[in-house]
């Protein structure tokens, strides 16, 4: 194993070969930012599974970074080169103190899938089940672990143009880390799939493998086999009768379900991790769950009818409200950026509007004020997004937001306003009456202010500077217009009473000259485009 140092040079000479010096000048150099993007993504490639593991991760954050790196990265594929069969053998030993063969009938020494972090054996227990047994590559919890370290270390050291393109560098590291510790711990996706059985029991269409708790520790995962359709091939899907658009529409019901009515998903339903078996959809590889707090899953609900009622002030307060603010928030050019993307929708049908562009428009306001949203606020995103994704490849006609616009009004997990009760309506009532009484003496108390000439009305205006100067201009123009008129009007005075020749000639030099200052005046106004 290398040591720290080795490591550092190592990253910092892979990313500087492919180009990492451009990436620091991307706000200067914008062309070129599709090309920094994938620079970066095979930089990682090169770099390793850790470093393709570090790459996915960044990819569930659309708000760490633009748009275009989060595409790019979030094209790392999840494979890598097999370890050795005898490594299977020697950890499934350092874990249970049982060898493979006093276990297992067989195991195939061939792997079903080797990824970044871990790699996928088919097994049958010697009292009959066929099982699949996952286990962690060798030393990849301390290479991963070190390597988001030095990566970190790297970032911090980037100039402040690579730092703006971040919300909050540590902040994201130490989330990333955390989300990495948990995941390399089998044990928690052991708990999450029993988790999700429990909460899915009465749903027909949903299913999770088994895990075995006794063979399932911190580095291995034994769980039931699934056998079925995988990847959702769509050539298999057709051979075998399924109808696509019904396992799409049973697929968003599904992460529906799970996200308002559970408040716990799986984070990551891109195809590997889906299998049709027995007319139901099987989630597998629960290493990224989501958990959403009944809080949050009012905020995202009430976020919903902000945007179906056009209340800027409701949606602006909400993200304010769910986001971690570093600095001081200029509320007046916040609602006006959030007026000009609530304007990008108003014109579509509810059932038009694209998760992926929504979501990454989103996180692109709250990022331009450095507003640091809530991690499970961002897997959300991504997860949608995600699953956006694999129903268009399923079926091209169905949108999410149609669906979910019918699972908001038909389904009792939501409560889409907020219920009327008679306490409720007694409180309000009472609250009514008593703001009634004080509004007499209130008003009262307001026009004697009036009345003794100690009123003071305090205007704050957006951009007051700037729209006081066109004021001005607005003014001196029609002032300037009033003047010329008098001129021509005057020329024409003298010139008709005027009997000397003399006066007849400054007559007409005031109508020459009142002319050209108008002239003058309709040409500024014209360059300055507001005729």
Do not use: C
Request: proline fraction near 3%.
């Amino acid at each position: 194993m290398k040591s720290n140092r080795e490591r550092l040079r190592e990253i910092a000479s892979v990313l500087a070969s492919y180009g990492f010096g451009h990436i620091y000048r991307t706000r200067l150099r914008t062309k070129h930012k599709e090309q920094d993007a994938k620079n970066l993504r095979l930089a990682f490639e090169e770099l390793g599974p850790s470093f393709i593991k570090i790459g996915q991760i960044i990819s569930t954050r659309q708000d760490l970074l633009p748009p275009t790196y989060i595409e790019e990265l979030s094209k790392l594929r999840d494979d890598a080169s097999p370890f050795e069969f005898s490594e299977i053998k020697r950890i499934f030993y350092e874990e249970f103190r049982e060898p493979l063969e006093d276990v297992f009938e067989w195991v195939e020494e061939k792997p079903t899938a080797s990824a970044s972090v871990a790699q996928v054996h088919k097994a049958k227990f010697l009292t009959g089940e066929e099982v699949v047994i996952k286990v962690q590559r060798p030393e990849i919890e301390e290479n991963l672990l070190r390597d988001i370290h030095l990566f970190s270390r790297i970032v911090s050291m980037a100039p402040e143009t690579v730092k703006e393109m971040l919300v909050d560098v540590e902040a994201a590291f130490r989330e990333i880390e955390e989300t990495t510790k948990i995941e390399l711990d089998f044990r928690n996706e052991g708990q999450a799939l029993i988790a999700f059985k429990k909460m899915n029991r009465n749903n027909k269409a949903v299913s999770v493998p088994t895990p075995y708790l006794p063979y399932t520790s911190k580095r291995v995962l034994v769980e039931d086999y699934v056998g079925g359709i995988r990847s959702l091939n769509l050539e298999q899907i057709q051979k075998e009768g399924y109808e696509k658009k019904d396992v799409a529409e049973k697929l968003v019901y599904s992460i529906l379900s799970q996200i308002f009515k559970d408040g716990y998903f799986h984070g990551d339903p891109h195809p590997g991790n889906i299998i049709l078996s027995d007319n139901k959809i099987v989630f597998i590889d629960f290493g990224i769950v989501g958990k959403l707090s009944d809080p949050v899953k009012k905020d995202l609900i009430k976020m919903m009818q902000a945007i179906v009622f056009e209340d800027i002030d409701q949606l602006m307060n909400l993200l304010l409200q769910m986001a971690i603010t570093k600095e001081k928030i200029n509320r007046f050019q916040f609602s006006e950026d959030l007026e000009d993307f609530y304007q990008s929708y108003v014109s579509k049908g509810f059932g038009q509007i694209n998760l992926n562009a929504f979501f990454s428009d989103v996180l692109h306001v709250t990022r331009k004020y450095k507003m640091v949203m809530p991690n499970d606020f961002i897997l959300l995103a991504k997860t949608l997004t995600i699953l956006e994704g694999v129903v268009t490849d399923l079926h091209p006609d169905i949108n999410i937001m149609e669906i979910a616009s019918d699972y908001m009004k038909t389904s009792d997990d939501i409560k889409f306003f907020s219920a009327i009760s008679s306490e409720k309506i007694k409180l309000d009532a009472y609250q009514l009456a008593k703001d009634s009484i004080k509004f007499p003496s209130a008003l009262k108390r307001a026009l004697d202010t009036i009345n003794n000439g100690r009123l003071l009305v305090h205007l704050d205006l957006v951009h007051f500077d700037d729209k006081w100067r066109e004021v001005n201009k607005m003014v001196n123009r029609l002032v300037f217009a009033v003047i010329i008129a008098a001129l021509i009007l005057a020329s024409a005075f003298i010139f008709v009473m005027a009997e000397a020749a003399g006066v007849s000639i400054f007559a007409i030099i005031i109508f020459i000259g009142a002319g050209i200052m108008g002239l003058w005046l309709l040409i500024s106004i014209i360059k300055s485009g507001t005729l």
